[in-house]
């Protein structure tokens, strides 16, 4: 016979609710630098303990020690003793407090953070994985590109090695280069020449040479140059085809994103770096973008993700998550992108699968067959090895309520 709690946790009712819990200590652990550990730490993660036993994991990054002392001076007071099933509840409060404050920067990295824990505590306390709460399986598998962070070959000289490796080991066709920020830095971003150009389109049409249309070839750009040096950009790199141009000109430039969506033919992608719905609601309404990227650790977190992927999916647009992060963001990125319906691509970086997660997780994801699949276990499922939390030069502090 099934027992009340047997059914309660199994998969045929996901939205059972969590017994009722309150929030106990807040807690959080960053490295001072990426050398300082054997897995390239750059992240802050925040673990909000709850009195049920369990604790969920959040993550932001790349400022750390202002992102650990704002979770700790003001973050903590608002969160301690709360019920933290009580997620939309509290995002709104730690939003409007930060709102007061100017919101930005920090505050919306720490509240993508916290934001993050709590699903993350949410799916422990119901035996269930993220995607669960969130609407179930639209996409059992996901789809992956390969982002070239460095690691055995440098994508300006042999772009061919990297994606070859990842074709054959993983299945992934689709590979993300960013060949002319070296001319940026060069040019102080002011402008573009024919000489710059060509060095940027070397690595480019390499891979178009050796793979043909059997791959995507993603362009990022970082934000790097002005409007009329990434339309001369842009126009150079038609006959080539890529994917998406990613990020050309800086975040908030909505009416010269539309001037730049109208002189090319190639797509745009846009919002990496923007936060909350209300800077994605001004790109959706300027008709430039063909994707829609975020970043859940800065974005707001899952549940702000979750919210500017329905606006996106009203306008039938797909979104495709940035995910060059911490292995959390990797973890929950997964389960969002599970459960949207309106998913084109998920980022994905061959460094972390192969050389830095194995040494700090017990069960690195890793792509087959070109994608990635959510775990089965509750909460968002990254198992963090016992000694990372007491790695010798990590910087922990904790506030119990």
Not at 143 to 158: A, V
Request: with cysteine.
């Amino acid at each position: 016979m099934t027992t009340r709690r047997q059914f309660l946790f199994s998969s045929t009712a996901p939205w059972a609710a969590a017994p009722p819990t309150k929030i106990t200590r807040i807690e959080t652990i960053y490295w001072p630098n990426r050398d300082a550990a054997p897995f390239w730490p750059h992240w802050t993660w925040v673990r909000i303990h709850a009195d049920n036993g369990l604790s969920g994991v959040g993550e932001t990054y790349p400022r750390n020690e202002a992102e650990a002392a704002l979770i700790h001076s003001t973050a903590a007071q608002m969160l301690l003793k709360q019920d933290p099933r009580n997620i939309d509840r509290i995002w709104t409060d730690l939003y409007n407090a930060f709102d007061y404050q100017i919101a930005g920067g920090t505050e919306m990295r720490v509240l993508s953070a916290i934001d993050l824990a709590l699903w993350d505590l949410l799916g422990k306390s119901m035996g269930q994985p993220v995607y669960r709460l969130i609407g179930g399986k639209s996409n059992p598998r996901v789809r992956l590109y390969n982002t070239c962070f460095p690691h055995k070959y440098d994508f300006h000289k042999e772009p061919e090695k990297i994606m070859r490796e990842v074709m054959d080991g993983y299945g992934i066709r689709a590979i993300k280069v960013w060949p002319f920020d070296p001319a940026a830095r060069r040019n102080q971003h002011q402008f573009v020449t024919v000489a710059d150009i060509e060095e940027g389109l070397f690595p480019i049409r390499r891979l178009r040479d050796t793979f043909g249309n059997d791959i995507e070839i993603l362009v990022e750009f970082h934000s790097n140059w002005n409007l009329t040096s990434a339309i001369r950009i842009a126009r150079a790199l038609e006959p080539l085809k890529p994917m998406w141009l990613e990020d050309m000109l800086l975040p908030g430039n909505f009416a010269q994103y539309r001037q730049l969506a109208e002189a090319t033919s190639l797509p745009l992608t846009i919002g990496e770096r923007m936060a909350g719905r209300y800077q994605f609601q001004q790109l959706l309404d300027s008709r430039a973008a063909k994707y829609v990227m975020f970043d859940l650790c800065w974005c707001g977190g899952l549940s702000e993700a979750r919210r500017i992927a329905a606006m996106a999916d009203a306008q039938q647009l797909p979104v495709a998550p940035h995910t060059a992060g911490g292995p959390l963001l990797f973890y929950a990125s997964t389960h969002l992108t599970t459960a949207l319906p309106n998913v084109w691509i998920q980022e994905s970086c061959q460094r972390f699968y192969e050389g830095d997660w194995p040494k700090m997780l017990a069960n690195p994801l890793v792509p087959k067959d070109g994608c990635i699949t959510a775990p089965e276990l509750p909460g968002f499922g990254m198992e963090i090895k016992p000694e990372v939390w007491e790695h010798p030069k990590a910087v922990r502090r904790s506030t119990p309520a």
